[in-house]
């Protein structure tokens, strides 16, 4: 009797134990603000990684107002993000692409997150498509596109301001 209730009594323990873990959350180290550090001045740029899996990216640069929201996933050891289209009227770029032919800067022209609407000002849409990030040391870097040939300059966010 004494060796079934203290098999009974390990069980238990073991059982509640294993319970107190799997209601522990993992908090992902992307899980923060990050501010560009590379790209020169005037330009600056926040992303935001928030625990409810979304992200908020705003910045700016002279003039020149940008911003996207969506939601992110952690994939081994990389963050990829991907944005939600707003229902609002904006022209729409691709995040990352540093480099553009003649062609393809005539389509950015006229490629808007609404068919054919009317942007009521020169805020632009960045868009996140499976746009994936990994740490080196404590930065985040934009992992680049194969295809990115143009420049050897990388896409950088860290945990505080640069310093302008």
Wanted: some cysteine; charged content about 35%.
């Amino acid at each position: 009797m004494e060796a079934t209730r203290f098999i009974f009594c390990l069980l238990l323990s073991i059982f509640l134990l294993s319970c107190k873990k799997e209601n522990e959350k993992y908090e992902s180290v992307f899980v923060k603000t990050w501010y560009d550090t590379e790209m020169d001045i005037p330009y600056m740029a926040k992303l935001e990684i928030n625990k409810d899996h979304t992200f908020e990216f705003i910045g700016g640069a002279c003039t020149a107002r940008f911003h996207s929201n969506g939601n992110w996933i952690e994939k081994n050891d990389t963050l990829i993000l991907n944005s939600v289209l707003p229902k609002e009227c904006f022209q729409i770029h691709e995040f990352g692409k540093i480099c553009y032919s003649k062609e393809e800067i005539e389509k950015i022209r006229f490629t808007k997150t609404i068919a054919d609407c009317e942007p009521k000002n020169d805020d632009s849409f960045e868009n996140f498509k499976d746009k994936k990030f990994y740490l080196r040391n404590d930065s985040l870097i934009l992992k680049k596109n194969k295809n990115d040939t143009c420049t050897e300059k990388e896409i950088v966010f860290f945990k505080y301001k640069k310093q302008r």
